[in-house]
């Protein structure tokens, strides 16, 4: 059984917490108490150019160029987040977002890491054909930035993730693209050191992950290799194969007790190239498909350059909703979804 979400459209969610939404229209970001209505307040607001502030309201030219707020979250009773070649930061009790950092490379990170400490960490995601040095950059305050850590030329292409583990009391470094330089590195002294824990090639290739107690969820991100679901058990050093995949697997999410994962179909000539699927868990171990998309009318080739069809989960806790946001997807393009947990919770307890 097959799960069809309620829609909003035109609006990209970026946050919530309990039933509070912070979600974006063009530069502009909005908080709303109740997610059914959508009566909203502005909180903040990025300013640019006439042509670019035109640019961000044409969700077509704004998703081809990259343009327009990747992330958003809340930081020392403010807002930081991330724009087209920008790290962006609205203070506490002002409305104007302000640039704080744009010497990386690449367009924009995937992601912002906010650890417990207040400390703020991502990875440059930039296409390195040449594969010269990587770098990972740190802030103490959100708006001084420097450079923490440094692959050396050759290492890996680039970054996708940065997260914390509340387990190990470090931070997890998520590389690709190739077999040598796809991996998990982990370091526990504030990247004094970092040390590659899984090396397996395709099959460590991975844009997200959960982070368990006893283990590591690994969900493939690879357009050559048939995609799993791996575990990574931390007593027996091994890996293993859980779940297969009809893709890649670009987003994750937790909501309460509930695990979630989104498919892309990304040009591939072993993995379905059509649809976005979505599936969801109790356990990590036992997946239940729970929706299916198709992917839009433009052709593969253009992907790259279009954005390929996703479907990004919205972050937060305290919710009794999944929240996600679709971009290049048949009917749902620049829509916010919103599943029910109990009505996901039934059909998983029913394959239990």
């Not at 300013?47 to 969700?59: A, F, G």
């Not at 807002?79 to 790290?87: E, V």
């Not at 590591?216 to 048939?226: G, H, R």
């Not at 992907?303 to 919205?314: A, G, H, N, S, V």
């Amino acid at each position: 059984m097959l799960i069809k979400p309620k829609i909003q459209k035109g609006l990209k969610p970026l946050f919530f917490n309990s039933s509070k939404l912070i979600f974006s229209k063009g530069n502009y970001i909005f908080e709303s108490e109740l997610l059914e209505n959508l009566k909203h307040n502005l909180v903040a607001c990025h300013e640019d150019n006439l042509i670019k502030q035109l640019l961000s309201r044409i969700h077509f030219l704004a998703k081809t160029f990259r343009y327009g707020f990747r992330s958003i979250k809340p930081y020392n009773n403010g807002l930081i987040g991330i724009h087209k070649n920008k790290i962006i930061f609205k203070p506490k009790r002002k409305t104007k977002m302000v640039t704080v950092f744009s010497n990386f490379k690449g367009s924009r990170p995937l992601n912002l890491l906010i650890c417990p400490n207040n400390k703020i960490y991502f990875g440059e995601y930039f296409s390195n054909k040449k594969r010269g040095e990587v770098k990972i950059f740190c802030s103490e305050n959100g708006t001084e930035w420097f450079d923490i850590y440094r692959f050396a030329p050759g290492t890996i292409r680039h970054v996708h993730n940065l997260k914390y583990d509340k387990y190990r009391n470090g931070i997890w470094v998520l590389t690709g693209d190739s077999n040598d330089e796809s991996g998990l590195w982990f370091t526990s002294d504030n990247f004094k050191t970092l040390e590659k824990i899984v090396d397996k090639g395709q099959c460590s290739r991975a844009v997200d992950i959960f982070i368990n107690k006893n283990d590591l969820i690994i969900p493939m991100d690879s357009p050559i290799q048939k995609n799993f679901i791996y575990k990574y058990c931390f007593k027996k050093e091994k890996m293993e194969k859980i779940f297969a995949l009809e893709n890649s697997v670009f987003n994750l999410t937790k909501v309460n007790d509930l695990y979630f994962l989104s498919t892309v179909p990304e040009p591939s000539k072993i993995n379905d190239t059509n649809n976005v699927y979505i599936y969801a868990s109790l356990d990590c171990k036992n997946w239940k498909k729970i929706s299916v998309f198709k992917k839009s009318i433009s052709p593969g080739f253009l992907q790259k350059y279009l954005r390929y069809p996703e479907i990004e989960f919205c972050a937060g806790k305290e919710s009794t909703k999944v929240i996600g946001y679709g971009r290049s997807i048949k009917y749902f393009s620049n829509c916010m979804l919103i599943w029910n947990l109990f009505d996901i919770k039934k059909i998983l307890n029913e394959n239990q």
